[in-house]
T-cell receptor, first 114, second 113 residues
C-alpha cells in the first residue's frame, strides 16, 4: 500500500463548478502538507502549503487538513478551464529533517469544460 | 525572476552513453534535489543535497550520480544510462532552514533506447 493515496481521475467538471480533491495518508508523522499543480510538460507549481491540521484559504483555493483522519483536501471554487491540470498532494514530517523529502500522491487529473 | 532551470528539456540517447542533466537555481537555496516522475509511480526522490559538498541518496539512487560544487548548481549524471531510466526528471530547490516547500524546474524528458 502506498504511503499517500490519491485518485488519479480524470475528474471532469463544468466551468464554474467546485472542484474537490483529496488525499489519504498512512504516516502519522506527516506535519507539512502541500498541493502542487502540474500542467502538461511543466514542473509542479506550489499552490498551497499548510502546517498541521486546519484550513487555509488563498483566493479561489481552500486547503483542509484533518490529521485525525489522515485526510487532506483541496477545493477550487469557480473553476476555470485554465484550472485543467494534474494536482499533486505532497507531505513531509519536517522540512529540516535529513533529506527534506516530500512524499507525493500520484496526482489527480482535472478537466474543466467550458 | 526566481526559478530553477534545467537543461536540456528533451534528450534522446542510447544505452551506455554517459550524459549530464544540468540544474541551476537563482534563489540562493541551500537545499537541492532530483526527482523522477513515472506513470503510476508518481514522483520519487533520486538524490538530494543539503548544502555545498553535502549530498545523499534518496529513494531511487541506483544508476545516478550527483555533485554539488557550487550552491546554485546540482547536475545529475548518468554514467551508463539504461532504458529503465527513461523518465521525466525534475530538479527542485528550497530554503530548508526556513521550512519552505520545494520549487521545481520544468523538467527534462529523457529517453534511453
Amino acid at each position: 500500500q502506498k504511503e499517500v493515496e490519491q485518485d488519479p481521475g480524470p475528474l471532469s467538471v463544468p466551468e464554474g463548478a467546485i472542484v474537490s480533491l483529496n488525499c489519504t495518508y498512512s504516516n502519522s508523522a506527516f506535519q507539512y502538507f502541500m498541493w502542487y499543480r502540474q500542467y502538461s510538460r511543466k514542473g509542479p507549481e506550489l499552490l498551497m502549503y499548510t502546517y498541521s491540521s486546519g484550513n487555509k484559504e488563498d483566493g479561489r483555493f481552500t486547503a483542509q487538513v484533518d490529521k485525525s483522519s489522515k485526510y487532506i483536501s483541496l477545493f477550487i471554487r469557480d473553476s476555470q478551464p485554465s484550472d485543467s491540470a494534474t494536482y499533486l498532494c505532497a507531505m513531509t514530517p519536517d522540512f529540516k529533517a535529513a533529506g527534506n523529502k516530500l512524499t507525493f500522491g500520484g496526482g489527480t487529473r482535472v478537466l474543466v469544460k467550458p | 525572476e526566481a526559478q530553477v532551470t534545467q537543461n536540456p528539456r528533451y534528450l534522446i540517447t542510447v544505452t551506455g552513453k554517459k550524459l549530464t542533466v544540468t540544474c541551476s537555481q537563482n534563489m540562493n537555496h541551500e537545499y537541492m534535489s532530483w526527482y523522477r516522475q513515472d506513470p503510476g509511480l508518481g514522483l520519487r526522490q533520486i538524490y538530494y543535497s543539503m548544502n555545498v559538498e553535502v549530498t545523499d541518496k534518496g529513494d531511487v539512487p541506483e544508476g545516478y550520480k550527483v555533485s554539488r560544487k557550487e550552491k546554485r548548481n546540482f547536475p545529475l549524471i548518468l554514467e551508463s544510462p539504461s532504458p529503465n531510466q527513461t523518465s521525466l526528471y525534475f530538479c527542485a530547490s528550497s530554503s530548508w532552514q526556513d521550512n519552505s516547500p520545494l520549487h521545481f524546474g520544468n523538467g527534462t524528458r529523457l529517453t534511453v533506447t
